[in-house]
């Protein structure tokens, strides 16, 4: 049987991407970024993953206005990395797990949660930057991962609550896959920041130090948590922490926290990541 | 408007990309999302004029596009990520833009983030400001 066994959150800024791909990770703005996801790597390396799901959000890359998915599964053999302007990231492209994928649709769809599929997609920053951060730069990731989009672009965005039902059917899901596999679940974004208008630079430590505690603390309180108070408390592109309670949905009420880090900044953002593991049963 | 959309006027500073937005704004942000493409760049930069008259988009639209006025195009319903595009196109990165939209220079500007970033305190709500 598949199972999921840990969940990560991590914010997905892209200058992060851009800092790793130029060479400037030893610079002394991005030295402590990096730094702080030491740990993570070699965590990975020895809990080696055999499939990632990874929820994320697309930045107007391959949905335009022309097409908003609330929630999308890439169901694909494999994602190439997105041009957003500047050329596609020097990364691997991604190879996905279509089999388990497609499994995951029917359960969710079956389960009430009506998944838009999606058999082609390049992936943005949103989804190779905490790929990058987790792995490093390989030659090629070393598991499948599994994209799952979250619109958080148009609004409204899923309520929080409603990402946080969306991890708890996925992990219905997973469980019901026959192969056995060792699933993790990865949620991106966040943390505070605000990138328009004259608020831009917008971040509220306190707030993002509170989100942090309550995904083992109060995870239904979290979930709670209305459209109105990300913008007012975590800055209008904070929004993106609901994509974390889908990671969160998706691990047992009793996981526990083994590593966390936050700083600020990179570029206009708090930077957050944090692993939380199932209990062995 | 929906009660929904209402309650975030309340924040400062913010435009949040709704239904209203999204509407007034399609043919601004789709003019963006043309500019994925490198010939797509190269032509709006040979006649940024001429190739603003290829999309349906108000002459005001177009007017703030030419100033790169942001946070003129965002309230005529420009999204963030779609706007972007066009910094990328000019070659200037999201913290550039950020800088932009918030009238500081973008020394002052990566220096308020190093020291913290923008505080909370007395930017979460217009009422709270004039209270």
């Known amino acids: 049987m598949a199972d999921i066994v840990a969940g990560i959150a991590t914010s997905h800024v ?3 991407g851009a800092a790793l791909d130029l060479g400037k990770t030893g610079e002394p703005y991005w030295q402590p970024v990096f730094k702080g996801y030491e740990f993570v790597k070699g965590w990975l390396a020895e809990q080696k993953p055999d499939v990632i799901i990874l929820v994320y959000n697309d930045h107007a890359s391959a949905f335009s206005l022309e097409l908003i998915p609330t929630f999308a599964i890439g169901c694909a053999e494999s994602f190439a990395p997105a041009d957003e302007g500047w050329g596609p990231r020097p990364v691997p492209v991604v190879q996905g797990h ?3 994928a497609w499994h995951i649709a029917q359960a969710l ?3 009430e949660i009506d998944m838009t599929i999606v058999n082609k997609m390049d992936v943005d920053h949103g989804l190779t930057v905490p790929l990058s951060l987790l792995f490093g730069q390989p030659q090629s990731w070393p598991c499948p991962v599994i994209p799952l989009a979250v619109n958080v672009v148009q609004y409204p965005p899923p309520t929080g609550n409603r990402c946080y039902q969306l991890g708890k059917a996925i992990r219905r899901a997973v469980a019901s896959f026959e192969p056995d596999l060792k699933v993790m679940i990865v949620g991106t974004g966040g943390m505070s920041h605000q990138l328009q208008g004259p608020r831009a630079g917008f971040i509220n430590t306190p707030f993002d130090t509170a989100f942090l505690d309550g995904l083992t603390r109060d995870p ?5 948590i209305p459209h109105i108070e990300y913008v007012r408390e975590a800055g209008s592109e904070g929004i993106e922490l609901v994509m974390w309670l889908v990671m969160r949905g998706a691990l047992a009420d009793d996981a526990k926290e083994v590593h966390r880090f936050y700083h600020v900044p990179a570029s206009n953002s708090a930077v957050g990541h944090i692993i939380l593991q199932n209990p062995k049963e | 408007m929906s009660e929904y959309s209402k309650a975030f006027e309340d924040i400062p500073g913010t435009v949040v990309f709704d239904a209203t937005q999204s509407r007034i704004g399609y043919h601004l942000n789709m003019f963006c999302m043309s500019l994925m493409k490198a010939d797509a760049r190269a032509a709006f930069k040979a ?5 603003l008259r290829r999309f349906p988009m108000t002459d005001a639209q177009r007017a703030a596009v030419l100033a790169r006025d942001y946070n003129g195009m965002i309230a005529q319903g420009g999204n963030i990520y779609f706007l972007a ?3 990328a196109t000019d070659g200037f990165s999201f913290q550039n ?3 932009k939209m918030t009238g500081m220079t973008e020394e002052a500007y990566r220096n308020m983030m190093i020291a913290g ?11 709270e400001q004039n209270g």
């Open chain 1, 14 to 16: 892209p200058a992060i």
């Open chain 1, 98 to 100: 279509p089999e388990l």
């Open chain 1, 109 to 111: 769809i079956l389960d």
């Open chain 1, 220 to 224: 239904v309180g979290l979930s709670k």
């Open chain 2, 47 to 51: 006649d940024e004029a001429g190739y």
């Open chain 2, 85 to 87: 595009k066009i910094g």
């Open chain 2, 97 to 99: 833009l950020a800088s």
């Open chain 2, 117 to 127: 970033g923008r505080s909370p305190e007395g930017n979460r709500s217009k009422k």
